[in-house]
């Protein structure tokens, strides 16, 4: 059996972005070919004159990046990194099925979207059995309402809130 160069396995990693540069950060990445993710939805902003629909980073100063050991470096080269979120002094490791979820959520026209940083309290493991997240797995919590369920994207220590119907998911044993 072949041994896979350590130097050539791709990841998803977590950066830290400047302030208001998600999308400078993640231009400038495109055009050194460094594969990003910034994840963007429409929210209504209202000014004291009118109202208009921006996209916004979905998680403020933060952007994911799929490198290999050789890219580490050159990814923090870019005047808009700030450095990578660590766990345990090194750069945290993402999950490739976390990145296809969040990718799937932001898929959805009518599905409500919010992130909180706010600690959430242990509960149930969760299942997603119905709809367009089925297979999706996290923790079942009740905020603003009984219909919200949290998938924690640990490695960031955000949580994703969303709006899914109670008969739409089932306990599950993780």
């Known amino acids: 059996m072949e041994k896979i160069n350590a130097a050539h396995?791709?990841?998803w990693h977590a950066v830290y972005v400047k302030s208001r540069a998600e999308k400078k950060a993640q231009n400038e990445l495109c055009?050194?070919?460094i594969e990003s993710f910034l994840p963007l939805q429409f929210k209504l902003r209202q000014w004291s004159d009118r109202k208009k629909w921006v996209e916004m980073p979905l998680i403020p100063g933060y952007?994911?990046?799929r490198i290999s050991r050789k890219e580490?470096?050159?990814?923090?080269?870019s005047i808009f990194i700030v450095s990578y979120v660590r766990f345990g002094g090194t750069a945290a490791t993402i999950p490739d099925?976390?990145?296809e979820y969040?990718?799937?959520?932001?898929?959805?026209?009518?599905?409500?979207i919010e992130m909180t940083q706010e600690k959430l309290e242990p509960g149930q493991?969760?299942?997603?059995?119905?709809?367009?997240?089925?297979g999706l797995q996290g923790k079942l919590v009740k905020i603003k309402g009984k219909d919200k369920v949290a998938?924690?994207?640990?490695?960031?220590?955000y949580s994703a809130l969303i709006e899914i119907l109670a008969e739409d998911i089932r306990i599950s044993e993780r």
Do not use: R, T
């Open 102 to 112: 969040l990718k799937l959520m932001l898929k959805q026209d009518n599905l409500d």
């Open 63 to 65: 952007l994911f990046v």
């Open 9 to 11: 396995q791709y990841h």
């Open 31 to 33: 055009n050194k070919e």
């Open 125 to 134: 493991n969760i299942e997603v059995i119905a709809g367009p997240l089925i």
């Open 72 to 77: 580490y470096d050159f990814v923090l080269q």
């Open 151 to 157: 998938v924690e994207l640990e490695q960031l220590g």
């Open 97 to 99: 099925n976390q990145i």
